[in-house]
């Protein structure tokens, strides 16, 4: 049961340091945080879909020069926070010092309920998936429990891909309650790994993939558009005064398809943040949280421009664009190496979803752990375990994201009835991008309203470009939030509900 004492809310020189956590995490280990929960499969996917927003060569690197310029905007913002506060938890204690415990609590029941877990459960069986190009019987459709009806669009299942997902998870739950340095250790090698494999990709695409006839077609005709998607208001009620645009209709439609193609970019860039949940385990976290945040999303986004240059130059913008499976890594290699460029990205892709499960996994729990110390979650949850970890918090994690695995969607075609399923956390996480822009923006425009509340506050490192470049995200991001609730409308509201639905859990924690 939670704490009875009300709940106070300390000005930050006056939070004690965070009692038991080992300060074990130097810049390297926290750099390899941001860089390792950053980088999952999205990388290797989603050009694809954005090419085919974009319409162009030029299109598809601007949207993630875009994303690159907002991430890391993002990041050097974050870092004045993440100096003046380095406690556990981060973002979390960022909202609840800037405005209430009520925000911190609404972006830590969103970040439990689908943020954290949902990406964990995505992660993992994404991992499954690509082991199942070597291991063809790790498969979706071999089941263990075939899909049990719970409703009229809700379903569990156990199939083989299942099981291995739900495995990582428990694996690395279980690596990670066995102390900090376990968990740093996997962390390193896995982070310094893929980091290497996604260099060694594009390499292969830029020197040995290269050819004359992708090259011309896409950089001699970089802004040229063609077999762009027309994009749809995301509502019927919407139609009557929302256009329906393409890349080729203008600046508007332009406007709109750049916005839309950052749901895709943004959530292959995100999990940055993470860092800041583990900063009461950072040796120096008001030099090296800061730091660590311009280092590793300066890396990614360097490395993420790279690998679609590497794309870019093996293939031509309509076979990004009808990749099979949107697999745009896996055909650049097929391109070089034929049939074993498959199986070679499968390990890579491995290799890859490993880490950024493992950094996921660690740093989730600490948030929680913050919560439950407030008095906003299950008491047991802001206990530390004699390694110092807080493992109940892992544990609760796991079990929910693995819950998340075995639920799927149910949908039945009304023209043949033939039922086939999808997974739950894909359309949860569908959900929250926009949640996800809303805390972001929230947790950025804190700065100012601290700056306000708290002008003698320690500020060891104060946010690079202020006020301009906060100023310039919160707009920027803005204007990505107004485009996906008219145009993915259906994935957008869904995601405030959630958000919402956290006010009478609060109100119920509170007043316990």
């Avoid at 996604?198 to 040995?208: E, K, N, Q, T, Y």
């Avoid at 697999?327 to 880490?355: D, E, K, Y």
Wanted: overall charge positive.
């Amino acid at each position: 049961m939670p704490d009875s004492t009300p709940i106070t809310t300390p000005a930050p020189s006056a939070i004690p340091a965070d009692a038991g956590f080992i300060r074990g995490l130097g810049l390297f280990d926290s750099t390899m945080i941001v860089v390792g929960s950053m980088i999952g499969s999205g990388i290797f996917i989603v050009s694809a879909d954005i090419a085919r927003q974009t319409g162009s060569a030029g299109g598809l690197l601007a949207a993630w020069l875009i994303t690159g310029a907002l991430t890391v905007a993002a990041a050097l913002s974050y870092g004045e926070l993440a100096a003046m506060m380095p406690r556990a938890g981060g973002q979390y204690v960022y909202l609840r010092e800037s405005y209430s415990p009520l925000w911190g609590f609404l972006y830590g029941w969103t970040l439990f309920l689908v943020i954290q877990t949902g990406t964990i459960a995505a992660v993992a069986v994404a991992f499954a998936r690509f082991l199942g190009v070597l291991v063809p019987a790790v498969s979706p459709s071999v089941w263990i429990i075939a899909p049990v009806r719970v409703s009229a669009k809700y379903a569990l299942s156990l199939s083989w891909q299942q099981l291995i997902a739900i495995l990582l998870i428990l694996f690395l739950t279980g690596a990670n309650t066995r102390g900090l340095r376990l968990g740093k250790w996997i962390q390193n090698i896995f982070t310094s790994a893929k980091t290497i494999a996604l260099i060694a990709l594009i390499a292969l695409g830029i020197f040995v993939g290269r050819n004359a006839e992708a090259l011309h077609a896409n950089f001699s005709n970089l802004w040229a558009i063609q077999g762009a998607q027309v994009i749809r208001p995301g509502a019927d009620f919407l139609r009557a005064w929302v256009p329906s645009v393409s890349a080729a209709a203008g600046a508007f439609g332009l406007f709109v398809a750049y916005g839309v193609a950052q749901v895709g970019s943004l959530f292959s860039a995100d999990a940055w943040n993470n860092i800041t949940f583990t900063a009461g385990e950072v040796k120096n976290p008001r030099r090296d949280v800061p730091l660590s945040l311009a280092l590793g999303t300066a890396i990614v986004i360097s490395l993420y421009f790279l690998a679609n240059i590497a794309y870019l130059s093996t293939l031509t913008l309509a076979q990004i664009q009808s990749a099979p499976d949107d697999r745009v890594a896996t055909a650049t290699l097929s391109t070089i190496f034929g049939n074993a460029g498959a199986g070679m990205m499968a390990i890579a892709i491995m290799i890859s979803t490993f880490g950024c499960a493992n950094g996921l996994i660690l740093a989730g729990a600490r948030v929680y752990y913050a919560m439950a110390r407030d008095g906003l979650f299950f008491r047991s949850i802001g206990i530390l375990n004699a390694r110092r970890v807080p493992s109940k918090g892992l544990v609760l994690q796991g079990i929910w994201a693995s819950l998340l695995v075995l639920a799927r969607t149910r949908l039945v075609n009304p023209a043949t009835g033939v039922v086939s399923y999808g997974n739950l956390y894909s359309d949860l996480l569908d959900y929250v991008v926009f949640a996800v822009l809303i805390f972001y923006v929230l947790t950025i425009f804190g700065i100012f309203v601290l700056r306000r509340k708290r002008p003698d506050a320690e500020r060891p490192y104060r946010a690079f470009g202020y006020p301009v470049v906060p100023v310039l995200y919160i707009v920027a991001a803005v204007a990505i939030m107004l485009v996906l609730i008219l145009y993915k409308t259906q994935t957008t509201w869904p995601g405030l509900l959630i958000v919402v639905l956290g006010a009478p859990v609060y109100m119920f924690w509170s007043r316990r």
